[in-house]
């Protein structure tokens, strides 16, 4: 690592700091050091970050009490999780009340960071995609280039598709497609299909860190690096790697970097049956992730989190007295109406006594009437729930594909700590063996350490499961400001790997066309999430069924391919105070004496077992009757003598209000 000149800049920072004469200088030169020692010390990088926040505070400047904190949580994000988590959660309550868009933002993201830590890639996304939002509006460019570079790294890992998407929208803005961190993405996402290329990308990843002298970029991109190695069967190389990144991660004091290489090196040596080199670097992995992700620092965290959660939940409980208080102010006034009414209908009762025994005969009858009809709504409510909790979960189905690789995280964990038991256990077999009770006592302790870590990550595992059936329950009902685009993008890639999860021979072309003017509109989510995924996944099964019938009557596939190309596409585009999404594909199109029926329930076109007929229906209602929009259909039907299909298909237009 060439630091000299890092450290002669710190150094003659760290001059002006000592000389600096009033207190607001010192806190922007604090701030400076604190910056800079996060690639080489983070110790000092915590140190400075304090005392900025001291200075800030004693000068009782609001704007920098953000600034210094910001800039502690970042220091302590690599130390101390749960103080950072507190502290970015803190900056967030004072950032809206100032309404402090740009450092809103920036804590999302870091916050998501601080979820990946934890190993929640789902929590990461969420976070990340909710800053992009914010940038998006703000016209922050480069920001929202390196949101997609981020998710692009998560990606690397699961859908190589879905990282190329989202790392060549993040190579729009230099800065970000010049990061380390970028380039050792690329390396991640084409390890399997180019090495040559992700060779590459590692080694302009290594380069890089050491020009920009980032201890922490370039512990990260080793690990990965050596990773790569192994696959390649560099054994040697990957251990020479590896050890580097380890030692730039001890010098920065960087938990995460030696957690990642020393897992590496435990794997590399335990295969070449090195034990005593295995048990080292197991030994060094173990403490390092008891100091960052520890029982204690676990519980913390959830405090963290649980403090923020009872923060919103008291707001939402103000903001439902101040409801409840002008509904009572309503009813008041509907009771003082109804009082004038019944003293108006009083001085004309004597006047109408007969008519109004009349009324009561016939009011009898209406309530007896009016009583069957609400036995016969109530039945018919119920039944009406239960098929509506039948279609979510069928939209659940098309889901789990999509999301199930969030169960592997934690169950890598139990296999890792289990494989490792199981070698503590015959060592300690040994050890009996031979007499020496205190090792073996030893052993014992390291295996029900591990055991404890295993029962953590089982129930990490069961609490995914528990928030994937989350989906197949009611909404709240409640709308909320939600990036349209955002949630089109993401069930778009949803749906289409649910079906390639049935079906690993289909292949189709996804296409969006965003307007960025939209911004956020107020939707149920959840519900409207629903609507999404049901025409997309309709969309994908036309194109696919089109690709089979095709491939039927042609002689080879690649043939097919060259004449027809299965293709859904999603557009949004705003039209004075209307929003259109538009849900596209180029199947078989909807026979013109079924398109009136397809919005009724119970209707499908589907062979038995495979539609409920209640998708379209429930869809048009939740767009209609739960968001006050529209839902239509416009479609061409294939002709029988051009089985390619030029020109068919089916668009389903959704139009909601923007308020």
């Not at 990340?128 to 570079?149: C, F, T």
């Not at 598709?161 to 989202?166: C, L, N, V």
């Not at 794997?267 to 080199?277: E, R, V």
């Not at 049901?534 to 080879?556: C, D, S």
Request: hydrophobic share 35%.
């Amino acid at each position: 690592m060439q630091s000299q000149f890092k450290t002669a800049s710190i150094d003659s920072i760290s001059q002006l700091y000592s000389t600096a004469k009033t207190d607001s200088s010192k806190v922007n030169i604090a701030l400076s050091l604190s910056y800079n020692y996060a690639l080489l010390n983070i110790d000092s990088a915590i140190k400075y970050a304090n005392e900025a926040v001291e200075l800030a505070n004693s000068l009782n400047n609001k704007k920098l009490v953000l600034i210094a904190k910001y800039a502690l949580a970042q220091a302590l994000a690599e130390r101390d999780i749960p103080a950072s988590m507190k502290i970015y959660y803190e900056i967030l309550e004072l950032a809206s009340k100032l309404d402090k868009r740009p450092l809103i933002a920036s804590c999302f993201t870091q916050i998501g960071l601080l979820y990946l830590y934890t190993g929640s890639d789902e929590k990461y996304i969420y976070y990340l995609r909710k800053s992009k939002s914010i940038y998006n509006a703000l016209g922050n460019l480069s920001a929202v280039s390196s949101s997609n570079a981020e998710i692009g790294g998560i990606y690397s890992t699961i859908n190589r598709d879905s990282a190329r998407y989202y790392l060549n929208l993040a190579a729009a803005d230099s800065s970000a497609s010049n990061s380390a961190f970028y380039q050792y993405y690329w390396g991640i996402t084409e390890s399997i299909d180019n090495p040559q290329k992700a060779r590459g990308h590692f080694l302009k990843s290594l380069e890089i860190s050491e020009k920009g002298n980032d201890l922490r970029g370039y512990s990260l991109a080793s690990r990965w690096y050596c990773i790569f190695l192994q696959n390649q069967n560099q054994i040697d190389s990957a251990i020479v790697v590896a050890k580097a990144g380890l030692t730039a991660a001890d010098k920065l004091g960087f938990l995460r970097g030696i957690v990642k290489n020393s897992e590496q090196l435990h794997k590399i040596y335990n295969g070449l049956g090195q034990t005593d080199s295995a048990y080292k670097f197991l030994s060094i992995n173990f403490k390092a992730q008891d100091d960052l992700l520890g029982q204690d620092k676990i519980d913390q965290i959830q405090q963290a989190i649980i403090g923020e959660q009872q923060r919103a939940q008291k707001l939402q409980l103000e903001k439902e007295q101040l409801q409840s208080q002008i509904r009572l102010f309503g009813t008041g006034a509907v009771a003082f109406i109804l009082l004038i009414f019944m003293l108006f209908f009083y001085r004309n009762q004597r006047k109408t006594r007969k008519s109004n025994e009349l009324l009561l005969m016939q009011s009898e009858e209406i309530n007896k009437k009016n009583s069957e009809l609400q036995t016969s709504y109530e039945n018919l409510k119920s039944t009406q729930s239960q098929l509506i909790q039948s279609e979510k979960m069928a939209s659940l189905g098309e889901l789990t594909a999509g999301i199930a690789h969030e169960i592997q995280n934690p169950l890598n964990f139990v296999n890792n700590f289990s494989e490792v038991n199981e070698e503590l256990l015959g060592e300690m077999k040994d050890e009996l063996d031979k007499g020496n009770i205190n090792d073996a006592k030893a052993i014992a302790n390291d295996a029900i350490e591990n055991q404890q870590k295993i029962i953590h990550h089982g129930k990490r595992a069961d609490a995914i499961v528990k928030g994937m059936l989350q989906h197949s329950r009611s909404s709240s009902s409640l709308k909320e400001p939600t990036d349209i685009n955002a949630l089109c993008d993401e069930y778009l890639r949803l749906s289409y790997h649910g079906l390639r999860a049935k079906d690993k021979s289909f292949n189709a072309t996804m296409k969006t066309d965003f307007d960025n003017s939209i911004g956020n509109i107020n939707i149920i989510p959840q519900d409207f999430g629903r609507v999404i995924l049901n025409l997309l996944t309709n969309a994908f099964y036309a194109v696919q069924q089109k690709q089979k019938e095709a491939a039927g009557g042609l002689p080879t596939f690649e043939r097919l391919a060259t004449l027809y190309e299965p293709t859904v596409t999603i557009t949004t585009k705003k039209e004075g105070d209307k929003v259109l999404i538009s849900v596209s594909d180029n199947g078989n199109g909807i026979p013109q004496n079924i398109v009136d029926k397809i919005f009724q329930p119970f209707f499908t076109t589907k062979p038995t077992g495979q539609g409920t007929g209640l998708g379209l229906s429930l869809s048009y209602d939740i767009v209609t009757k739960g968001h006050g929009g529209e839902l239509k259909v416009e479609t061409k039907e294939a002709r029988p003598d051009d089985p390619v299909g030029r020109g068919e298909g089916t668009v389903f237009i959704i139009q909601l209000p923007t308020t």
